[in-house]
């Protein structure tokens, strides 16, 4: 199994919503990223967990929280988001956080829409 | 500054023609270099990952070539199909950050 998933495929959300974002892997992978990536854009990196405790912080907006419950999960949690905030959300996973000669998969993404 | 430039920006060729994608890089250190595909709307899927010491690597009908020395890498598609329609990224490791490139759009033509 080489799958990232993520749910939900499509999301539109108010404002003044709260929403979470999930992704699952199954692969043994001890690091995991949120990245941000606008149309006709490269994904920008968001977040990192390694060994499910967040090391980077791409001093991203606090209306987006991350979350690893545990090895295998990453949420990313959405409050009070703002109409820019609408792009596609990748998750991504790889063996560990210093991708050195390592694959990272990716999620086929959330495709999100603030309105 | 450490940047990844690709080109061209766009390209437009015949199903079954070859092409060459270029990738130029001052990421410093370098660890390895990726190129992704990625469809539209949908997660990148990596195509191929070269190390300082390789110079070239094939992943069926994609060859990927890297000259650390001139910190150039190309991406050759050969008899080029349809579903072969894509953003093609170039991505390199720095000391276990991801620099991406803003990508290559190559649209095949029936």
């Known amino acids: 199994d080489t799958e990232v998933t993520q749910t939900p495929k499509h999301l539109v959300m108010g404002m003044t919503n709260k929403k979470s974002l999930k992704c699952e892997q199954h692969?043994?992978?001890?690091?995991m990223y949120w990245y941000k990536q606008k149309a006709k854009k490269p994904p920008e990196l968001m977040f990192v967990?390694?060994?499910?405790?967040?090391?980077i912080n791409e001093s991203v907006p606090s209306r987006f929280s991350p979350e690893c419950p545990n090895s295998s999960l990453l949420n990313l949690h959405l409050h009070a988001l703002q109409p820019e905030d609408s792009a596609l959300y990748l998750c991504?996973?790889?063996?560990?956080?210093?991708?050195?000669?390592?694959?990272?998969?990716f999620g086929q993404g959330t495709r999100l829409t603030v309105v | 500054k450490n940047q990844v430039e690709q080109s061209p920006q766009s390209l437009i060729i015949l199903e079954g023609k070859n092409c060459t994608l270029q990738?130029?890089?001052?990421?410093?250190?370098?660890?390895?270099l990726r190129w992704y595909k990625q469809d539209t709307g949908r997660g990148p899927v990596s195509l191929t990952i070269?190390?300082?010491s390789e110079n070239t690597k094939s992943n069926g009908r994609y060859t990927a070539t890297l000259d650390a020395d001139t910190k150039q890498s190309s991406l050759h598609i050969t008899a080029s199909q349809l579903s072969d329609s894509a953003s093609y990224i170039c991505?390199?490791?720095?000391?276990?950050?991801?620099?991406w490139g803003a990508g290559t759009k190559l649209i095949i033509k029936p």
């Open positions: 967990y390694s060994y499910e405790k967040l090391s």
């Open positions: 692969m043994g992978h001890r690091a």
């Open positions: 991505v390199v490791n720095q000391s276990h950050q991801l620099i």
């Open positions: 991504a996973s790889s063996l560990n956080q210093r991708l050195e000669g390592t694959e990272a998969f």
């Open positions: 070269m190390t300082f």
């Open positions: 990738c130029n890089y001052t990421v410093s250190p370098f660890s390895n």
